[in-house]
């Protein structure tokens, strides 16, 4: 695979959206939210990357994962330029 697929995309925006300032903070995935969510989170969980399947915290893995999504997300997020 050369690309990342909707899928996948969905996962790494849903790992930026746990708290990256505490471990000891989690994500509730709640009724109402996007199924496209809802989906993203059953999957993180089945690969070990979240405690529970409606969010819960990052797993070891899962926090690595984090980091280097917002690292990624870093890298291309376009700079303001200062002239």
């Known amino acids: 695979m050369t690309t ?3 899928d ?3 996962e790494l925006n849903l790992l930026l959206k746990f708290p990256n300032d505490s471990l000891l903070q989690g994500l509730k995935i709640h009724h109402d939210a996007s199924q496209t969510m809802v989906n993203a989170a059953a999957r993180l969980y ?3 990357l979240i405690t529970q ?3 819960g915290y990052l797993t ?3 926090i ?3 980091d280097h999504a917002r690292h990624i997300q870093s890298a ?3 700079r303001k330029s200062s002239h």
């Open 53 to 55: 399947s409606d969010g």
């Open 46 to 48: 089945a690969k070990g």
């Open 64 to 66: 690595d994962l984090a």
């Open 4 to 6: 990342f697929d909707q």
């Open 76 to 78: 291309l997020c376009p």
């Open 8 to 10: 996948m995309l969905d």
């Open 60 to 62: 070891d893995l899962g």
